[in-house]
C-alpha cells in the first residue's frame, strides 16, 4: 500500500497562486496514477486533476482548465498542483489520490470510488 501526505494549502488572496505537495511512501510510486479531489461543505468530493502513471497525461475538470497544472517527480514519488489565478469558489478540502495499476484510468479517472489511498487534505481558502 502506499501513504499521502498533502502540504502546502492556506490562505490565499483572490487571482493568487498556490502549490500544493503530495508525498507518497510505501509500494512503488510509479505504479500509481494519481490525482487531486477537493470538498466542500457544499459538494460530495469532487474530480480536479489527474496524471496518468504510464505516459503522464493529465486531466482537469472544466472549471480549472488553464489555471491548474497537475505534474509528478517519480524520482521524488511526488504528485503537485500548481494553482493559479485563484478564485473564491477554488475554496475547499484538496485531497490527493492514488489509484494502483488501474486497467483503464483514462475513462475512470474522475471517480473517486476508482482509487485506493486517499491523503489527509489541505485546506485551501482564497479571500480578501
Known amino acids: 500500500q502506499v501513504q499521502l501526505v498533502e502540504s502546502g494549502g492556506g490562505l490565499v488572496q483572490p487571482g493568487g497562486s498556490l502549490t500544493l505537495s503530495c508525498a507518497a511512501s510505501?509500494?512503488?510510486?510509479?505504479?500509481?496514477?494519481m490525482a487531486w479531489f477537493r470538498r466542500t461543505p457544499e459538494k460530495e468530493r469532487e474530480f480536479v486533476a489527474a496524471?496518468?502513471?504510464?505516459?503522464?497525461?493529465?486531466y482537469y475538470t472544466d472549471s480549472v482548465k488553464g489555471r491548474f497544472t497537475i505534474s509528478r517527480d517519480n524520482a521524488k514519488s511526488t504528485v503537485n498542483l500548481k494553482m493559479n489565478s485563484l478564485k473564491p469558489e477554488d475554496t475547499a478540502v484538496y485531497y490527493c489520490?492514488?489509484?494502483?495499476?488501474?486497467?483503464?484510468?483514462?475513462?475512470?479517472?474522475?471517480?473517486?470510488?476508482?482509487?485506493?489511498?486517499w491523503g489527509q487534505g489541505t485546506q485551501v481558502t482564497v479571500s480578501s
Open positions: 489520490a492514488a489509484d494502483y495499476m488501474s486497467p483503464h484510468f483514462s475513462i475512470s479517472y474522475f471517480y473517486s470510488r476508482e482509487y485506493d489511498y
Open positions: 496524471i496518468s502513471r504510464s505516459d503522464e497525461r493529465t
Open positions: 510505501g509500494r512503488s510510486f510509479v505504479s500509481y496514477d
